[in-house]
């Protein structure tokens, strides 16, 4: 059975299952070139189709998430997403009925879907489908945090397992709690959506003059840089608990954004975002202990936007009765058009067997292809032997390499196939990425890529746990923070991705030749892009990049480019 899942709202996407296997899943920014794109996944189907050899009448069933009223309005009037976006993304000014647009947005989001909302997203999905030749498949809606906790529960492979969502709403809910047996989730406990912790700290993220769904990791790191506030003196913690599993809000989350005002002029940017931070790792420990008790079961398997933040699910990790944490890579809303095939596929029961130990699945070009791309940008060079080698070295003397290999990544994380790559022990360095390639601000942390066996001798409070996505943060074991300063943060944590000393990959001969130069198997790892645009996916696309940046080598395929300065 060919399953295709769709996501078309916020970082939409495809992916495609046949016979329970995972074969391609991409999101639409990559082939758009727009971050965070919102509009249906055209190019993503077209994508999923052309790499499994599949016409669209051979798509047997089309799963797609979430039916609330204001998907339906979405879907009908796709002109009033784009007007919301581009708001959102601060490339147009708010009008003079911005804050009643916002109103009517999360008040019809908090709305659960019923008949009427269903009908009118199945029609107009119907409508859409059928542009595509789709218009044969069977057609699944499914729930939004059905789909997150079904991507979480499958990925995890370690049933039965307790199964944690937690974002910013919908479908009526903001957060869930079900427990994952014999292939089926049961749903215990569900929080409303209009008492929203990812609402919350979009309210806390706008405050703070970023883009909401896009710079909170931004608010995690400037947390770190403030003067800690004891919690019996911070007033956020009022607004946001948690009771039995449920979370409770001082008011609806569309109307947290006034009295969070209030507060936010009293105190230092940095303080106000150590303050949240403190009230999100606070709301996702208790979801995360209600979550052990109410299933009996002390595995966890995580999803939903919230849990990218890593200092909160490293204290779940830490909690006593916690065995083992599992958070799905593409956690956030990217997610769902997996989960949503996943859901699908279960239900037809489809032999499903979803291994998400590689993320390897989007596109690939072959040395022709690269080659081609070289020539028509003017850089005609040559294969070279032992590539990690010479590569290893210009990283050994500073240098900042731009690296392009195999299948583009699934995910928001660059993990070895399209990422920027440097020392990981220069401060120096890593501030010239950050600064001047990268074009982020200066507090937001880097990651480093680490072979697996390091893992107990340079981690603090190292688990054995399989973590190969970056989505977990570690401490720093005190005698290495001088040799990974450059993607320690000044708490003393870092968020590695863990790669097994045994896979071939020309990407861990990398991590290999690195023990030697600088006596660590590890590399700063950043994603292929510049901030604001998506991670680069063709050999164009990555030329591109690299002679707009700074970057002192491009290593992609077999081909290595260099700037005079380089060598």
Not at 467 to 477: D, F, G
Request: with cysteine.
């Amino acid at each position: 059975m060919n399953v295709l899942g769709i996501w078309d709202g916020h970082d939409s996407g495809a992916a495609l299952l046949q016979a329970g296997r995972l074969l391609f899943a991409v999101n639409e920014e990559r082939l758009s070139r727009r971050k965070l794109e919102i509009h249906f996944p055209m190019r993503s189907i077209q994508a999923c189709l052309a790499h499994a050899g599949l016409e669209p009448q051979q798509i047997d069933v089309v799963a797609v998430s979430t039916s609330d009223p204001a998907k339906a309005l979405g879907r009908w009037s796709p002109g009033s997403k784009e007007r919301y976006y581009a708001v959102r993304r601060r490339t147009q000014r708010p009008g003079p009925f911005a804050g009643l647009t916002r109103l009517v947005k999360y008040r019809m989001t908090e709305w659960s879907p019923g008949p009427v909302s269903k009908a009118l997203n199945r029609l107009a999905l119907r409508r859409q489908l059928a542009q595509h030749g789709l218009g044969r498949a069977a057609l699944d809606l499914v729930d939004h945090h059905e789909a997150h906790a079904a991507a979480a529960a499958w990925g995890a492979n370690f049933a039965p397992c307790a199964v944690v969502t937690i974002d910013g709403l919908g479908d009526g809910l903001s957060a869930t709690i079900s427990a994952f047996r014999e292939g089926r989730l049961e749903r215990l406990a569900a929080s409303p959506a209009r008492c929203s912790l990812g609402v919350f700290f979009e309210h806390v993220t706008n405050l703070l003059n970023m883009r909401e769904l896009e710079d909170e990791g931004k608010v995690m790191a400037l947390a770190d840089y403030a003067a800690p506030i004891a919690d019996e003196d911070n007033p956020l913690l009022a607004c946001v608990r948690v009771r039995d599993g449920v979370i409770e809000t001082v008011r609806p989350g569309h109307g947290l954004r006034r009295p969070l005002a209030q507060i936010h002029w009293r105190y230092a940017n940095e303080q106000f975002a150590y303050m949240a931070q403190r009230v999100v790792e606070h709301t996702c420990v208790a979801l995360a202990r209600d979550a052990v008790r109410l299933t009996g079961l002390g595995r966890l398997a995580l999803a939903g936007g919230v849990v990218s933040n890593v200092k909160a699910t490293r204290r779940i990790r830490l909690l006593p009765d916690v065995e083992d944490v599992y958070i799905f890579p593409h956690m956030g809303d990217g997610g769902l058009a997996l989960g949503a095939a996943v859901v699908a596929a279960s239900r037809y029961r489809d032999g499903l067997d979803l291994d998400l130990d590689t993320l390897d699945l989007g596109h690939a070009y072959d040395t022709p292809a690269i080659e081609t791309a070289l020539r028509i940008a003017g850089l005609a060079v040559r294969p070279v032997p032992n590539l990690a080698d010479r590569v290893a070295d210009l990283l050994a003397k500073g240098r900042i390499v731009m690296w392009f290999q195999g299948r583009m990544e699934y995910g928001p994380r660059a993990l070895g196939n399209r990422s920027v790559l440097a020392r990981p022990d220069r401060r120096d360095v890593r501030d010239r990425l950050n600064l001047v390639l990268k074009r982020r601000v200066w507090y937001q942390p880097f990651c480093p890529s680490v072979l697996e066996s390091e893992g107990p001798r340079i981690l603090a409070d190292w688990t054995g746990a399989r973590n190969r996505s970056m989505t977990m943060a570690y401490e720093v074991s005190p005698c290495y923070r001088d040799r990974l300063a450059g993607v320690t943060s000044v708490d003393g944590t870092c968020r590695p991705q863990f790669v097994p000393d045994s896979e071939p990959s020309e990407f861990a001969e990398l991590l290999r030749q690195a023990r030697h130069r600088w006596n660590v198997a590890a590399v700063l790892n950043t994603s292929f892009n510049i901030h604001g645009e998506p991670l680069v996916c063709s050999p164009a696309e990555a030329i591109d990049v690299f002679l707009r940046s700074g970057a002192d080598a491009l290593a992609i395929g077999p081909f290595l480019v260099t700037r005079p300065c380089a060598d």
